[in-house]
């Protein structure tokens, strides 16, 4: 499955970082999307995955991944808690400082904030969870309090049968962190885009940060013909990698 997934580098101080975070709360050893699934099999609440896999699922780029993120709303975190109960044990992260889940523990105080799924204390975190504030049972914007949709509008379901965040979205949410996979993550969401998602994409990012690159600056070529989020990967598309796609060189101006 990852034999032809392009690798991530890691400078030496991401590395550093790295080892400093395993060594303080452990290792991680992230489930698929498709094993995520076959552990919420019988969940009756909605989730999606979010994060570089929605990239994935979106655009066909391979690469590797370093977790696995999916989201739920905020209000369905005690349906959560109950399904995995007994199997797997939930922890609540806010700000660096986790509490388990359960028990004298039964919600958070933080609906915008993060859990981390194991086994057990000797076993390695499998899933990363930041949760979505919800209004009213609806999906809300971590970014942009202001935004709130319905989630079908928000997500799509792919091939697999998986609902994933739209990429637009997840890139709103990346621009902050600037990486070089977000950066990746950037071009090959660019390819599927159809003008309406980018410029959606520039006022999200200009709403967080008028300075930011992709909000000062217009994306002036267009993507491929009839190549759109709402068909998901152009055929041929599915397994090609950033420098592969017929971006012909997106430039902003």
Not at 162 to 183: F, G
Not at 200 to 209: E, I, N, P, T
Request: proline share 9%; with cysteine.
């Amino acid at each position: 499955m990852f034999e032809d997934r392009e690798s991530l580098m890691s400078s030496p101080k991401e590395q550093r970082e790295e080892d400093e975070f395993q060594a303080l709360y452990g290792r991680g050893a992230p489930l698929t999307p498709a094993e995520v699934a076959d552990v919420l099999a019988g969940f009756d609440r909605p989730w999606w995955v979010v994060g570089g896999w929605a990239i994935e699922a979106a655009t066909g780029y391979l690469r590797e991944h370093e977790d696995t993120d999916i989201s739920l709303l905020a209000c369905d975190l005690p349906a959560l808690v109950a399904h995995l109960a007994g199997d797997w044990h939930v922890w609540n992260n806010v700000g660096g400082v986790l509490h388990p889940l359960g028990g004298q523990w039964q919600s958070v105080d933080d609906p915008g904030s993060q859990l981390w799924v194991r086994k057990d204390a000797c076993s390695a975190w499998v899933l990363d969870i930041p949760l979505t504030p919800d209004r009213e049972g609806r999906w809300s914007n971590k970014r942009n309090p202001e935004h709130a949709a319905d989630l079908d509008d928000v997500t799509f379901i792919a091939a697999d049968g998986i609902r994933y965040l739209n990429p637009e979205i997840v890139m709103s949410y990346k621009a902050a962190l600037n990486r070089p996979k977000d950066t990746s993550d950037l071009t090959a969401t660019l390819t599927v885009l159809p003008p309406s998602r980018r410029a959606w994409l520039r006022a999200a990012v200009a709403h967080q940060d008028p300075q930011h690159p992709c909000a000062r600056k217009r994306l002036t070529r267009p993507p491929p013909a009839g190549f759109g989020v709402d068909r998901g990967p152009q055929p041929g598309m599915v397994g090609r990698r950033p420098r592969d796609c017929p971006t012909g060189g997106y430039l902003f101006h």
